[in-house]
């Protein structure tokens, strides 16, 4: 059975690589396909996953090609880390949004809306391809903005595609450590939009949740210790006690995982709810503006300097698997660096003992998928009721349930009404990007950008979209 990996070139490929040769049994693959638009990349990565293989008689085959046609033919699944313009694209997205005043990030605000224009298309070519050529393929989709892209992807693929993101799954198993909660008997009341979402329900059930994951990837991987992975459920049963609260009214117990930290314990408290770290540039935009501002480099700057020395070395003569160990691990330690640095929230923790990243909620959509073993997992899908503020067909990230019929959004508690209006505000941004790229129409860009929180001026938008039209050419669309 065939795995496909789009964007797979990428960094982060060897993660992937590195669960499926835990689980490959479970999960019936035989065969992975790389596929990248560079060459040189698909070859350093390569030379990653062979060293990778080096103690695994067994392991996947893998192939690399740069026909988007014959790697997506044949596949079981589709696994899409695709990044339109590269990390220099990514740096110019920062860049634009700085130089007129606002923040840049790759998910969320301007950059990001920046970046989901010139995806969009793209994404709807590779659903398009793959409805074609693999029609019964599942897509599983990793490439940001994770629910803006894979909503756009559900237009070809419906129900057949699913959004991941390794976010909510770590903020749960914080949460539940820190509430001394059973993974495996708790329900989680966790809902919003990816990068944007919030928890705000711990509920203990009397018997194990079916179908919940609580353990490890499976047999170690040479220069990796395997992650755990567990899947987390949403509805509380009739009656049920809520964990949360005490939670919230310990602070020394709050400081203790990095939400705490990085948001403080007063406003966690405000909230009564632990909200996803991406809501730090939501809730402290000035402070976290000049705290980019102020840096050496951007996050995009410093990724491309780094991955271009990871990459060039991977070209050399030494141990793959070291040079590409020891880039993964920088990279993990200075994530979102700026925002802790800010609300002085200390060092990010890097445990390589705890759940497995996007790659470990992938391969767990795929166990479930392939073999029929419901699971559940915080995923992005079609709302289909799930959040009465949104309609049925907006992509939100919720807890679902996932078998060999694909993965079922579960209830969930109503949203805090205090997210109600970011939720709606951003996906009305989304959805303006999805009309820009149907249409090409500068004009509904433009009402896109300033439908976001992060812009909030129709005047500041124009000067935002012809800035960016200006740096990309896949942008020259937008007339």
Known sequence: MRLTILGGGGFRVPLVYRALLADHRRTGITEVAL?????????????????LARDVPDAPAVVTTTDLGEAVTGAAFVFCAIRVGGLRGRVRDERVALGL????????????????????????????????????????????PAGLVTEAMTAELGDRVIGICDSPAGLADRVLRAAGADPATTRVDYAGLNHLGWLYGLHPVGDAVPGSLSGSVGGAVPGLSSGSLSGFTGGAAPGAADLLPGLLADGALLGTIEEGRLFGVDRLRELGAIPNEYLHYYYDPAGTLAAVRAADQTRGEFLLEQQDRCYTSLAGPGDPLETWLGAWREREATYMAENREL???????????????????????????????????????????TLSVLDNDAVIEVPCTVDAGGAAPEPVAPLPEHGVGLVRAVKSAERGVLEAAASGSRLAAVRAMAAHPLVDSERLAARLVDAYRAEFSELSYLR
């Open 35 to 51: 596929h990248d638009v560079d060459a040189g990349r698909l070859a350093g990565v390569g030379r990653v996953l062979t060293a």
């Open 101 to 144: 005043g606002v923040l840049g990030q790759e998910t969320v605000g301007a950059g990001g809306l920046s970046y989901g224009l010139r995806t969009v298309p793209v994404a709807h070519h590779i659903a398009a391809t793959v409805a074609r050529l693999a029609p019964e393929a599942w897509t599983i989709n990793f490439t940001n």
């Open 343 to 385: 609300a002085g929230a200390g060092e990010r923790a890097h445990d390589e003992s705890r759940p497995a990243g996007y790659e470990g909620v992938a391969l767990s959509v795929m166990r479930a998928l392939a073999r029929d073993e419901p699971a559940r997992l915080i995923l992005n899908v079609r709302n289909q009721g």
